[in-house]
């Protein structure tokens, strides 16, 4: 399983519209991904309720991953969007 440690760049975590950016890039990948507080557990990164209900807040460490082969460009693009915290999708994804 292919993972990625990355600290969260919004400065209000993954809540209402970073989340939806987040969702939204995560089901653009065409491959499941998990999202999880360290230590916790992990949940669909493409689905909202399941992202927002981590309760990630800015600056907390998450870990992304995925069992499905060739993924890591897809979580290296991934955990660039969630510790940037871009307001936009990039063009990439």
Not at 31 to 54: E, F, Q, R, W, Y
Not at 71 to 76: S, Y
């Amino acid at each position: 399983m292919a993972e990625r440690r990355v600290t969260i760049g919004w400065a209000e975590g993954l809540h209402a519209r970073p989340a939806s950016i987040f969702v939204r890039a995560a089901t653009a990948l065409g491959v499941p991904v998990t999202i999880a507080k360290v230590d916790g557990a992990p949940v669909n990164a493409a689905s909202m309720l399941a992202v927002l209900s981590l309760g990630v807040a800015g600056g907390e460490e998450v870990v992304l991953a995925s069992d499905a082969d060739g993924v890591d460009a897809a979580l290296d693009s991934l955990a660039k969007l969630v510790s940037e915290g871009l307001d936009e999708l990039p063009e990439t994804v």
